[in-house]
């Protein structure tokens, strides 16, 4: 038996959407035991061309709600991008994993072969269901779970492989 779109995604993106939550909560912890302003860590970055921690959490929110909504032919919920704390970025994450909860095995399962198309400024994208799943949204969301763990750790945040997989 093949495995669901939706068991493919959703359960282990939630996981992780929880695990991160879990991680800028330790982020917080460090922030305070440092007595450093965690609007720091909020801002950091691992190169001067890459983005900030804050929107590294953005993205990889918006890949999980736009991807599924894309999937399930449902509203995505709008974020305005304006979190600056990390107890926003945590907020967002609490609405992200709402918005998951909402979406229903059936409004993505047979979704394979769905025709998804979007623009991202210039670029134009065209996948199909599975190929969306597999090659934009799931590696692009650990792409930025991931750039987000690594920027807290080069901060000096006490993380380790048990944080990020949970």
């Not at 909020?42 to 736009?66: G, I």
């Not at 059936?106 to 799943?133: P, R």
Request: hydrophobic share 45%.
């Amino acid at each position: 038996m093949a495995i669901s779109m939706y068991q493919a995604s959703v359960p282990q993106l939630k996981k992780m959407l929880v695990n991160l939550t879990a991680i800028l909560t330790k982020a917080q912890e460090h922030a305070v035991a440092k007595g450093m302003d965690g609007k720091v860590l909020v801002e950091a970055r691992l190169f001067p061309d890459m983005f900030p921690l804050a929107k590294q959490v953005q993205v990889a929110c918006d890949q999980v709600k736009l991807g599924l909504a894309r999937l399930a032919s449902v509203e995505a919920p709008k974020f305005d991008d304006t979190e600056s704390t990390l107890a926003q970025l945590k907020e967002r994450i609490a609405k992200t994993i709402a918005f998951i909860d909402s979406i229903k095995p059936e409004q993505v399962d047979g979704t394979e072969a769905k025709e998804i198309q979007f623009s991202i400024k210039e670029w134009n994208f065209e996948f199909v269901g599975e190929q969306y799943l597999l090659t934009w949204i799931i590696p692009n969301f650990y792409f930025h779970v991931t750039t987000t763990y690594n920027i807290l750790r080069h901060n000096g945040v006490e993380l380790g492989k048990t944080d990020y997989l949970g």
